[in-house]
Structures are given as structure tokens and as C-alpha cells.
């Protein structure tokens, strides 16, 4: 078989040129790419140290791209600025205590449905993709 892009002599069941490094087969690439990402990034969440409730979280949100998932925390509806700091989201439960110091309490109904609805969503940006704020 040949190379459709350098014409060069490859494998039958080639996924990439070895000569050009052209994807010739791109279902294959991509099953074998996902394949590859999908062990790689259990073996992350395995180094990481997260308990088996935040890797069904995380798996969740991979699945959906890494974009916003809803996975309702309690703990964090609960305690949510002072789950923040617990979980090393300095900046996030800083900013809430300050809001919820500057007017009197008010807001703090409004960040215990924030914290539940996407405190695991935060959680994961800061232990997958290293953001502190949003």
C-alpha cells in the first residue's frame, strides 16, 4: 500500500506513515488514541490520590470533554466556603468569605447552591487542570 500523501510504501494496515507521519486510517488513530488517553488517565487519577467518589466524579466530566458537569456535592453544598479551603481552592472560599462578609450574610445561600451544583467541577479544575480561580 502506499502513502497518500508521500506516496512512500506502508503497511496494509497502516494507521500513520512512517516516512511522512501522515494519519492514513483516522477511525483507527482515533480508536487507538482514545485507547492510550483512557489508561493514561487512570493512571492519573491513580497518582493523584482522590478517593473513589471524586474518580467516578472526574471520569464523569472527562467524559463530557472536560466542559461543565453537574455531579451534586453535598459536602460542599454543606460546608461550601469552608469546603473550598479544606480542598486547597484558596482563592474561590477567600471570595466567598469576603462576599458574604461585605453584605452581611446575604449571598451565603446563593454559594451553598453554587459550591453544590459545581464544587466538584471546581475541585477537578484545580486538581486536573491546575486552575485556581474560574
Not at 11 to 19: D, G, S
Not at 53 to 74: Q, R
Not at 88 to 94: E, H, I, T
Request: with cysteine; aromatic share 18%.
Amino acid at each position: 500500500m502506499k502513502c497518500p500523501f508521500c506516496s512512500e510504501d506502508v503497511a496494509e494496515n497502516a494507521i500513520k506513515c512512517r516516512h511522512c507521519g501522515s494519519v492514513i486510517d483516522k477511525v483507527k488513530f482515533n480508536k487507538v488514541n482514545n485507547e492510550i488517553s483512557d489508561v493514561a488517565r487512570a493512571a492519573e487519577l491513580e497518582e493523584v490520590g482522590l478517593s473513589d467518589y471524586y474518580k467516578t466524579s472526574f471520569e464523569k466530566i472527562d467524559k463530557n470533554n472536560g466542559e461543565f458537569t453537574v455531579v451534586f456535592n453535598w459536602a460542599a453544598f454543606v460546608f461550601s466556603g469552608f469546603w473550598y479551603l479544606y480542598k486547597g481552592m484558596w482563592g474561590k472560599g477567600a471570595v466567598m468569605f469576603a462576599l458574604v462578609l461585605l453584605f452581611g450574610g446575604l449571598p451565603a445561600p446563593l454559594f451553598w447552591i453554587y459550591a453544590g451544583i459545581a464544587g466538584t467541577y471546581d475541585y477537578y479544575l484545580l486538581r486536573v487542570k491546575g486552575k485556581q480561580m474560574w
